[in-house]
């Protein structure tokens, strides 16, 4: 009997609180009647502080905002405000919502007020062709009201977005596409009768496998074909902006996957596991020969796959747990390339015990953007060598092996990667030694014509 009080009770007290967190959001809860900052009222004055996904009421209806970023994030202390239309003298499909924080609900604090941030810095703001039929039916009468929308109900998010282009040249604003938070986003080619899905990331130690797009996910397709590059390292990319307008393609950034290094779809996987055919199709249509551009390319696996070097101080990923560093020396030829496997200079040579086999072990866990640098070695006066500099950090480096720490320095940004030497002679457990040094990669490797040239600045065509 004491535990069935005891279980009431608690039972009881956690009603209370969902009721007071009810009741508390109840409160707050206010009708907006303008989107228009210039039509402002104290009663369109918003508290959404604290709440993960706001409800927000207008005269007849009601809506929800999306999150504030990520899926349980809640919208920050300080987030009271006022709601507002942005971006209206441009384009309908680029006007998006945000979030003036103002210190009163007085609106004439809405001039000296600040938009909310998200953690990134980036303004809060979400375009209204991001929005569902729903919230869109909900601000229809709001916007109709502030004279900026007629009675049809607004167009600027089809179900089914489509594309025409992958130049960004060529660009349109019915070319913006909203990928954000979904799994497997959808799109039309236009003036075909086919579809494309499009995955994030893909995780095998995650229960769900297909990562969703991250909130800031709102932009353009293009082809990433830089002249400087080899034709081989053409991508497919997402380039994030404000807005639908193309003439924000140039001041937005890639979409970085989350180990930093830019989305994309890479010609040679297109050709070489003849996936992607509308967007093959697409390219073609844009005037490039697919064909030729991908001829010779090794298919590629995204980003974490591996690397295609062409320069010195080009940035790819280097997992420090892994034992071994895929490589791929591309040139501008259409099979100028060079694929070989390297010990990494954060794998080390150890056996714990008298007459156990040599084992190889990785002190390290993390990783980071590195690049290759021309090195000298002592006794040459010209770099002959190519080291591995740690330019950023990508995942935090921690020590998984303790025991072998010391064989290695740990790696530091900035720093060029090293090792130690193992004094000869040396039986089991190999002991610290004062002189670590820059590890550069393998003479036969280096002695390759392809990296000879990578190593002096040049380039290599071959037949």
Known sequence: MLFSRNVAHVSLRRVAG?????????????????????????SDHLDIAGICQPTVFTAKTLFKLPKYHGPTMAFPAGSRGFLYLSQVDELQPSWQ????????????????????????????????????????????????????????????????????????????????VNFAGAGRPKIKISSQDSFVKFVYHQSVRSQRRHIP??????????????????????????????????????SGSDLLNPNQIPWFISLQAMKARNSFPALRELLIRDGLDFDSLAEG??????????????SLGQLFRVDFAVRNLDLRFVGFGADSQLECQVRSPLSAKSRPHRGDNWVQ???????????????????????????????????????????????????????????????????????????????????????????????????????
């Open 18 to 42: 969902n009721s007071r967190r009810f009741l508390s959001h109840y409160k707050r809860r206010k009708s907006i009647e303008t989107l228009d900052p210039s039509r402002l009222l104290p």
């Open 97 to 176: 919502i945000r979030f003036r924080v103002t210190d009163s609900n007085s609106p004439e604090a809405f001039e000296s007020g600040t938009d909310l941030l998200l953690p990134d810095q980036r303004p809060w703001s979400v375009a209204l062709r991001a929005l569902g039929e729903v919230q869109l039916a909900a601000l229809q009468k709001v916007l109709a009201r502030d004279g900026l929308v007629g009675d049809a109900l607004l167009s600027v998010r089809p179900r089914l977005q489509s594309i025409q282009t992958l130049d960004p040249s060529r660009l349109r604003p019915s070319d913006y």
């Open 213 to 250: 797009f991250p909130e800031s996910a709102n932009g353009f397709l293009y082809l990433h074909a830089p002249k400087e590059e080899p034709k081989i390292l053409w991508q497919i990319r997402f380039r994030v902006t404000d807005n639908a307008s193309p003439a924000s393609f140039e």
């Open 297 to 310: 390319n090794a298919t590629a696996r995204g980003p974490i796959s591996t690397p295609s070097i062409y």
């Open 361 to 463: 072990i990785n002190p390290y866990a993390g990783s980071a953007l590195c690049c290759f640098e021309a090195h000298s070695s002592p006794t040459c006066t010209q770099p002959n060598k190519l080291a591995l500099r740690i330019v950023k950090m990508t995942t935090p480096v921690t020590t998984v092996k303790p025991e072998i720490a010391h064989l290695i320095p740990m790696p530091q940004e900035g720093l060029v990667m090293r090792y130690t030497k193992r004094p000869e002679g040396l039986d089991g457990i190999l002991e610290r030694t004062l002189d670590p040094r820059p590890w550069t990669l393998d003479a036969r490797t280096t002695a390759h014509p392809m990296v000879q040239a990578i190593l002096h600045g040049k380039t290599v065509e071959t037949t």
